[in-house]
């Protein structure tokens, strides 16, 4: 497991490995899918710890922004300033982390996928995708499965964010989120039709304005073809664009995507991030509308209380002892169970002496 993700996060750092934001590494300035994740998930987490503060009458004074940090926000959302532990901060970190590499590993899993990075005009798929993926992740929240939650999460995010590099959401001049996505009870609206042409050529290796201005002002929503393979796209069709891009050289030439700054359309490659970014924050407050307070923070990895950690000595000649070692550990873990300070996790810690003396 720990080579395979070595492995994925080599092949997602090599330049044009992938055909999204760039999952973990970038240069130049540009932002990557595991930024956005963070980025969201630390203000979403502020913004949910000050309003608890609010609640319960105590101060929330940590700034909320880009300047958030896993070790201050932990310490800043803990009820208990003793909980602020080591063992608490790595316990957030790892969670986001959970959810950063599932997000770059789409890329991997499901690289010609049009619908998990809406290309190829693939709305209804795109969003379909995100829909179930939201009701898995409410489904392992419901149920005590975090880990599994933060996976879906991250898959979730990836196409979610995907949609704002991949579509012409902000050249239409959009800077909030388009909620229908994660909303399976509304209509996606203003599609351009299959046979509508929305690009034009590139003039002189500028693409800043491919696409159709006819597009723009009807507001129809449209995105890149991208394939490896073939040139083949349909006629008057935007592409990716993309170092492997085929269909990128075909009329009408270029491409529309805002992966990083050097892109086609990388002028709006920050815009683009912080709709993403926007976007993926809206996602979280609608996982956090259902689930109670507790689950919701420890989805996120946030412990409000102390880890309660036993370590026992499991060699052979202790099995009088580990009897009752068990039993007193159940007997402290059931004294806790309703108590206002509750420990978030309890760690079991074996350990035994093979050799002997």
């Known amino acids: 497991m720990q080579t395979s993700l070595l492995l994925m996060a080599l092949y997602l750092s090599l330049p044009g490995g992938t055909q999204a934001f ?21 203000r979403k ?3 949910f710890c000050r309003a608890l503060a609010a609640a319960q009458g105590q101060d929330f004074s940590l700034p909320i922004g880009d300047s958030l940090s896993i070790v201050k926000l932990q310490k800043a959302c803990s009820a208990d300033s003793s ?21 770059a590993l789409v890329d991997m899993e499901f690289a010609l996928s049009k619908a998990h990075h809406f290309d190829g005009e693939t709305f209804q798929g795109g969003r379909a995708l995100i829909t179930a993926g939201v009701s898995e992740v409410k489904a392992s929240v419901k149920r005590g499965r975090f880990l599994l939650a933060r996976l879906a999460l991250g898959c979730v995010c990836h196409t ?15 800077r909030q989120p388009y909620s229908t996505l994660i909303r399976p009870d509304l209509q996606l609206v203003n599609l351009a039709g299959p046979s509508t042409p929305t690009c034009r050529n590139c003039m002189g290796g500028n693409c800043t304005d491919n696409i ?56 709006l490659h920050h815009t683009a991030a912080d709709v993403a970014i926007n976007a993926t924050i809206e996602l979280l407050e609608d996982i956090r509308g259902a689930a109670v307070d507790k689950d ?15 370590v026992i000595d499991t060699t ?17 873990i059931d004294s806790k169970r309703g108590a206002q300070q509750e420990p978030s996790l309890y760690i079991l810690v074996p350990f035994n002496d093979p050799g002997g003396c």
């Open 22 to 42: 760039k999952p973990l590494i970038s240069g130049g300035g540009s932002v990557t899918h595991r930024d956005i994740t963070q980025r969201a998930v630390l």
């Open 45 to 47: 987490t502020a913004e």
């Open 83 to 103: 909980s602020s532990t080591l063992v608490s901060t790595i316990l957030f970190q790892s969670a986001i982390v959970k959810m950063y590499l599932s997000n």
């Open 160 to 174: 979610l964010q995907d949609f704002y590099s991949h579509s012409n959401w902000v050249e239409m001049g959009n």
């Open 212 to 267: 159709l201005p006819e597009v723009l002002q009807q507001g129809l929503l449209t995105s890149g073809y991208f394939n490896l393979f073939s040139s083949n796209k349909p006629a008057g069709k935007c592409s990716h664009g993309g170092l492997f891009d085929w269909t990128s050289g075909r009329d009408p030439v270029g491409s529309i995507n805002k992966d990083d700054v050097g892109s086609s359309h990388g002028h």
């Open 296 to 310: 919701f923070l420890r989805l996120i990895g946030i412990t409000q209380s102390a880890v309660l950690c036993f």
């Open 316 to 332: 052979g000649s202790m099995s009088d002892d580990i009897t009752e070692a068990k039993r007193v550990s159940f007997s402290i």
